[in-house]
T-cell receptor, first 118, second 111 residues
Framework: GAVVSQHPSRVICKSGTSVKIECRSL??????MFWYRQFPKQSLMLMAT?????????EQGVEKDKFLINHASLTLSTLTVTSAHPEDSSFYIC??????????????FGPGTRLLVL | QKEVEQDPGPLSVPEGAIVSLNCTYS??????FMWYRQYSRKGPELLMY??SSGNKEDGRFTAQVDKSSKYISLFIRDSQPSDSATYLC???????????WGAGTKLIIKP
């Protein structure tokens, strides 16, 4: 099946620093990638949708200047958390779809990145 | 009221038992219903996918959708310790629309 990787799997940083998380589709071309945030014992919250070569679409309440998304190629999207603060500590998950079929059944998830901001 | 409600558990059952996991929802426009399994510190993986009402079976897993009651279920037969995970339901109005997620139910299968 399709594989999506994320790097790093875990990151600890100091408050005020920026952190970049990479999401890669390893064996398919991802026309659309999604970024989610998941707090403990809570559901996945969609942060933004990115299509290759165009600006990301952010969900209501998500600061686009704080969470920078770049979908530079059909296999790579990056999420940069700028000036991270402790409240940004969370589990960040990306997903990718080739768009060849309905997104519902062809959305593949990465393993997630756990961010801890001290 | 959340669009999708799911009991977070944990639900603990002995190995071999039949497990029933459920979600309720409020938006009657939902047409696509999914169940994902998420192991600790991993991303979700799609288990079952159902369009509209009815049942769908895949091995030990059965998904049911009752649109009249706005209620979906996932049944696991002959549960195994390896089934221990968090099970998330997700729904969508359209095959190309974003997913709306439940909070997930943590399932523990005791050997």
């Amino acid at each position: 099946g399709a594989v999506v990787s994320q790097h790093p799997s875990r990151v600890i940083c100091k408050s005020g620093t920026s952190v970049k998380i990479e999401c890669r589709s390893l064996d398919f071309q991802a026309t659309t990638m999604f970024w989610y945030r998941q707090f403990p014992k809570q559901s996945l919250m969609l942060m933004a949708t990115s299509n290759e070569g165009s600006k990301a679409t952010y969900e209501q309440g998500v600061e686009k200047d704080k969470f920078l998304i770049n979908h530079a190629s059909l296999t790579l999207s990056t999420l940069t958390v700028t000036s991270a603060h402790p409240e940004d500590s969370s589990f960040y998950i990306c997903s990718a779809t080739s768009g060849l079929a309905g997104m519902v059944e062809t959305q593949y998830f990465g393993p997630g990145t756990r961010l801890l901001v001290l | 009221q959340k669009e999708v409600e799911q009991d977070p558990g944990p639900l603990s059952v002995p190995e071999g038992a039949i497990v029933s996991l459920n979600c309720t929802y409020s938006n009657s426009a939902f047409q696509y219903f999914m169940w994902y399994r998420q192991y600790s510190r991993k991303g979700p993986e799609l288990l079952m996918y159902t369009y509209s009402s009815g049942n769908k079976e895949d091995g030990r897993f059965t998904a049911q959708v009752d649109k009249s009651s706005k209620y979906i279920s996932l049944f696991i037969r002959d549960s195994q310790p390896s089934d221990s995970a968090t099970y998330l339901c997700a729904m969508s109005m359209d095959s190309n629309y974003q997913l709306i997620w439940g909070a997930g139910t943590k399932l523990i299968i005791k050997p």
